[in-house]
């Protein structure tokens, strides 16, 4: 890794890949650069097929800022056309996380605000510093939420909590958080990282081929009913059946021992 670059990517030989935001003096914006980088990463790692989880990261005290506000306020004068292409554009490379067929851990080191706290909620899991800060001050800024905010937010924790955090622009504590379903844990911030690992551990020690599945059965807030759910299981499951890991799960669970996944 390159300390100087605004993203980086740490390849781990267990299948995690950890994505560390690399701009701490100005607490990791979400700039156009880190914008052209998170692209890049997020594109190799999407065709990586040895690939078993993704950690996120901030460097320093935030996880990140979100927009650049200076931007922002450039913005004023610029056709709707430009602007919306633009926009648009930017909400989808971050969201590119949204779509990795593996499971993604947010590990919310410090603040994360506006577009930071939607790509923290774009990922499948989150673990939060107790005394970080999550807010969406989007209207506070004259702005209409953005980067799916009032889709991501609803999912993740419910219309209830949503309504207030745009609408009043409340900020949660990580402790408070977690209270509310917003992240998974809160632990103190230096074993915010660890934790978010010791949990990419777990994942990336289980079959791959059920857990992409299983990842992607729960997508978008899962199956919109039962019936549905029962004829996606009825076609993922027995896919799975017909693997060498679902033999070697079996085996490793009649020996008493830990399962050795391949992936087959």
Same mark, same amino acid.
Request: proline letters at 5%; one cysteine or more.
């Given at each position: 890794?390159?300390?100087?670059?605004?993203?980086? !990517?740490?390849?781990?030989?267990?299948?995690?890949? !950890?994505?560390?935001?690399?701009?701490?003096?100005?607490?990791?914006?979400?700039?156009?650069?880190?914008?052209?980088?998170?692209?890049?990463?997020?594109?190799?790692?999407?065709?990586?097929?040895?690939?078993?989880?993704?950690?996120?990261?901030?460097?320093?005290?935030?996880?990140?800022?979100?927009?650049?506000?200076?931007?922002?306020?450039?913005?004023?004068?610029?056709?709707?056309?430009?602007?919306?292409?633009?926009?648009?554009?930017?909400?989808?490379?971050?969201?590119?996380?949204?779509?990795?067929?593996?499971?993604?851990?947010?590990? !919310?080191?410090?603040?994360?605000?506006?577009?930071?706290?939607?790509?923290?909620?774009?990922?499948?899991?989150?673990?939060?510093?107790?005394?970080?800060?999550?807010?969406?001050?989007?209207?506070?800024?004259?702005?209409?939420? *953005?980067?799916?905010?009032?889709?991501?937010?609803?999912?993740?924790? *419910?219309?209830?909590?949503?309504?207030?955090?745009?609408?009043?622009?409340?900020?949660?504590?990580?402790?408070?958080?977690?209270?509310?379903?917003?992240?998974?844990?809160?632990?103190?911030?230096?074993?915010?990282?660890?934790?978010?690992?010791?949990?990419?551990?777990?994942?990336?020690?289980?079959?791959?081929?059920?857990?992409?599945?299983?990842?992607?059965?729960?997508?978008?807030?899962?199956?919109?009913?039962?019936?549905?759910?029962?004829?996606?299981?009825?076609?993922?499951?027995?896919?799975?059946?017909?693997?060498?890991?679902?033999?070697?799960?079996?085996?490793?669970?009649?020996?008493?021992?830990?399962?050795?996944?391949?992936?087959?």
């Amino acid at each position: 890794m390159a300390e100087d670059r605004v993203l980086l !990517v740490d390849r781990r030989p267990d299948g995690v890949a !950890v994505l560390t935001l690399n701009d701490p003096s100005r607490r990791n914006a979400m700039s156009d650069e880190m914008t052209v980088a998170w692209r890049d990463a997020l594109t190799e790692l999407r065709a990586d097929t040895g690939l078993r989880c993704v950690v996120v990261t901030g460097a320093g005290t935030a996880f990140t800022s979100g927009g650049v506000l200076s931007w922002l306020a450039d913005t004023n004068a610029a056709a709707l056309p430009e602007l919306r292409a633009r926009m648009t554009d930017y909400y989808r490379t971050w969201l590119m996380i949204r779509d990795l067929e593996v499971p993604t851990i947010a590990a !919310v080191n410090g603040h994360a605000v506006g577009a930071g706290l939607c790509l923290a909620l774009a990922c499948d899991l989150r673990y939060a510093a107790a005394d970080a800060k999550l807010l969406a001050p989007f209207t506070a800024l004259g702005l209409h939420p *953005g980067m799916a905010a009032t889709w991501l937010l609803p999912e993740v924790a *419910g219309l209830p909590l949503a309504r207030e955090m745009l609408l009043t622009g409340r900020v949660l504590t990580g402790t408070e958080a977690a209270a509310n379903g917003l992240v998974n844990r809160a632990v103190p911030r230096e074993d915010v990282l660890a934790e978010a690992l010791a949990v990419a551990d777990r994942v990336a020690a289980q079959a791959p081929i059920a857990t992409r599945l299983t990842k992607a059965a729960l997508a978008n807030g899962g199956h919109p009913d039962m019936a549905t759910a029962l004829r996606w299981e009825a076609l993922a499951q027995p896919l799975t059946m017909t693997t060498d890991d679902m033999v070697e799960g079996l085996t490793a669970q009649r020996e008493k021992r830990t399962p050795k996944f391949t992936g087959r």
